[in-house]
């Protein structure tokens, strides 16, 4: 694939939940390498439209094509195919507590595995060296055998990111992953998560509240509200006006009742 | 109160007989006061049969619910009617007491031990496949979705995800099972399904009250070890 190639192409999409709207008429492209942070205030559509760019969330209207290859008109297995070339992190990381960080991290294989394999590393884990690596890079090498549920919110958001390593996509997506973190730990999180995408070359969609970390870290900025998109520009080229006014409407809403 | 009394006189229950008769259950009951433990060794044979029962019947339900139960939890199911057709089939097995089925299974395989094993393994795969697929819909569903995202097939996310999700509830079911089945597999006998029970049955037709009061004194103790065990288990797990 080459570098302007579209790695997602979004085509006048909605999404409905019911009878709420969470997404409206969205065109969007994105190209591989870039760094792209969604902000925009709570609701306005940033965690859907990542579900709808890793397939785990189908549009209502319109078309989102991956990799050049329309999802709605993909076998399940060719999803598949898709996914297992996307990594995604989330906010409240999912990892499962009951079992050690080796196979939280090897979960990262699973769309490679086969399920045989899958089962045996249950009971005797594989590729160790691999995850071992990426534990290393996050910076917690000595919790590879560790049961998940033993470690701290920092250390696990870091395990959720090393099970990304583990995976090695072509595209990482990132639904708010330091808004449980403080300050300090956020900017090691976001500085990972640079680094990670300038050394692969690994392109990087990052959903954040953190406006100051966002221009910081990323080239390209979507401002999302009310599921449209209000706008989306080069890092350099955001003026606190427009984020003002990506806010500003969600206080809108609260203030006169305060002034009454 | 005229319920009470339509059922009274449809099952033609008297209590002027009861009454009448209190000096008969006394007498009978004084029958079990001195417990024959000649045969003890071959009872306690007997009720080791009857656990041997009880714990394959319980291996038995955990495999097949490790298979079912991943597709009878809506919310990883594979395929809606896939769902149904498996939530129905466990509804079938719990359906069907474990009596039933262990006299359906005597006919078939003969007299022994296997039709028992079977038919509790059966029956109680309605239990422990229902237990885990309710336990797998509770998780927390981006647990699911994440591993999703990753391309992982059903299977995948089942051993990946929902299994191990769900270890504590597994082993405290389980145990209940166990424990329940224990019990079941020492009347299953009665039908010809080995254990302790066939002996049992056999003492009361030849009026021999004092091995059948050794007998039974010897499954409570076993039954209230064994609950003792569970509880203790349990608590280990928790």
Redesign the interface.
């Known amino acids: 694939m080459s570098g302007t190639d579209p790695i997602f192409e979004l085509k006048h999409v909605a999404k409905r939940f019911g009878k709420s709207r969470v997404l409206a008429n969205i065109n969007l492209q994105i190209l591989a390498g870039e760094r792209v942070a969604l902000v925009g205030p709570s609701g306005a559509g940033k965690s859907t439209l990542l579900g709808l760019l890793?397939?785990?969330q189908l549009p209502s209207q319109g078309e989102v094509w991956v990799f050049g290859r329309n999802l709605a008109r993909l076998s399940p297995s060719q999803?598949?195919?898709?996914?297992?070339r996307?990594?995604?992190i989330?906010q409240?990381l999912?990892?499962?507590?009951?079992?050690r960080v080796i196979?939280n991290l090897n979960?990262?294989h699973?769309?490679?595995?086969s399920?045989f394999k899958?089962?045996v590393s249950?009971f005797f884990p594989l590729e160790v060296e691999t995850a071992a690596q990426a534990l290393f890079k996050v910076g917690i090498p000595e919790k590879l055998y560790e049961r998940t549920d033993q470690l701290s919110g920092g250390q696990k958001q870091r395990v959720a990111l090393a099970r990304v390593l583990v995976?090695n996509p072509i595209v990482i997506l990132a639904d708010e992953p330091i808004s449980s973190l403080d300050l300090g730990r956020s900017r090691e999180i976001m500085d990972l998560l640079r680094d990670m995408s300038e050394q692969t070359g690994q392109t990087l969609i990052i959903s954040l509240h953190a406006i100051e970390l966002a221009l910081s870290h990323c080239q390209r900025i979507i401002g999302l509200r009310q599921g449209r998109i209000l706008f989306d520009v080069p890092a350099p080229e955001v003026l606190p006006e427009m984020v003002e006014a990506l806010y500003r409407i969600e206080n809108a809403r609260t203030e006169p009742i305060q002034k009454i | 109160m005229v319920l009470t009394w339509l059922t009274t006189v449809n099952l033609e229950l008297s209590f002027q007989s009861v009454i009448w008769g209190f000096g008969d259950i006394i007498d009978y009951s004084k029958q079990y006061l001195s417990p024959n433990f000649s045969e003890f060794l071959k009872y306690v044979k007997l009720m080791g049969q009857t656990l041997a029962i009880a714990l394959w019947g319980t291996v038995l339900s955990l495999i097949v619910s490790l298979i079912l139960s991943p597709l009878a939890a809506k919310n990883i199911s594979p395929h809606p009617i896939i769902y149904q057709i498996v939530r129905e089939l466990l509804n079938f097995l719990r359906a069907i007491p474990d009596l039933v089925l262990a006299l359906i299974f005597v006919s078939a395989l003969g007299l022994g031990p296997l039709p028992g094993l079977l038919a509790l393994g059966l029956h109680t795969s309605g239990f422990l496949g229902k237990f885990f697929a309710e336990s797998m819909e509770r998780v927390k569903p981006g647990i699911y979705e994440a591993l999703k995202a990753t391309g992982a097939s059903f299977f995948q996310i089942a051993m990946f995800a929902a299994w191990p999700s769900i270890l504590q509830e597994v082993a405290g079911y389980t145990l209940y099972i166990f424990d329940r089945n224990v019990r079941v597999a020492t009347i299953l006998g009665l039908v010809g399904a080995g254990g302790i029970g066939l002996e049992l049955s056999a003492t009361f037709g030849f009026f021999r009250y004092d091995q059948a009061s050794a007998l039974i004194l010897i499954i409570m103790i076993t039954i209230i070890v064994i609950d003792y065990l569970s509880i203790w288990l349990r608590k280990r797990i928790s």
Not at chain 1, 110 to 113: A, H, K, M, N, V
Request: charged share 10%; hydrophobic share 40%; glycine share 12%.
């Open positions: 890793n397939g785990t999803l598949r195919q898709v996914q297992r996307i990594g995604t989330y409240q999912h990892l499962v507590d009951n079992l196979h979960a990262g699973l769309g490679r595995w399920l899958a089962v249950l995976q």
